[in-house]
């Protein structure tokens, strides 16, 4: 499976549902009133977790097709460097789908900590890539549209 645009185990949709009501609705007034709690952490299942380290989770939800995509980091093996960035999509069996290395925002150096942009459209990241200032460096990819396969840099 190909993630559009970015040229360079399972969980109940009622979790993910969950987790998304309480990204969306009242944290900052739940915050400012000191009454924030949320449930205890859920293991994602074997689509997105390996027996390596998978880190950075960054959540996007396509408003045109509803799809729920998964974006993080890992050391997993078949990758292209020591971490890489993968993405994960929910399944219409509300399970989320083997994590796909995405390789137009991977590199040979580590890659850690996407962060997509609310629109899909901008995802940063922390690299040791070449062309940095030193150590890791933050980089930005973009793209036209969600469904755009071409890459603007």
């Known amino acids: 499976m190909a993630f559009p645009g970015w040229t360079t185990g399972s969980i109940s949709s009622a979790v993910v549902r969950r987790i998304w009501r309480l990204r969306c609705l009242g944290l900052s007034t739940a915050q400012q009133e000191g009454r924030l709690r949320l449930a205890a952490p859920v293991n994602l299942g074997s689509g997105v977790n390996a027996a390596a380290n998978d880190m950075g989770p960054s959540i996007f939800e396509d408003e045109e097709t509803g799809a729920l995509t998964l974006y993080f980091a890992s050391n997993r093996a078949g990758g292209m460097g020591s971490d890489d960035i993968y993405a994960s999509t929910l399944?219409?069996?509300?399970?989320?789908?083997?994590?796909?290395?995405?390789?137009?925002?991977?590199?040979?150096?580590?890659?850690?900590?996407?962060?997509?942009?609310?629109?899909?459209?901008?995802?940063?990241?922390?690299?040791d890539r070449p062309g940095g200032f030193g150590s890791l460096d933050l980089w930005v990819s973009t793209r036209a549209s969600t469904s755009n396969r071409g890459l603007c840099r």
């Open 91 to 127: 399944q219409p069996d509300e399970t989320f789908g083997p994590a796909v290395l995405v390789e137009e925002l991977s590199s040979p150096f580590p890659d850690r900590l996407p962060s997509i942009r609310r629109d899909g459209q901008e995802i940063s990241l922390t690299s």
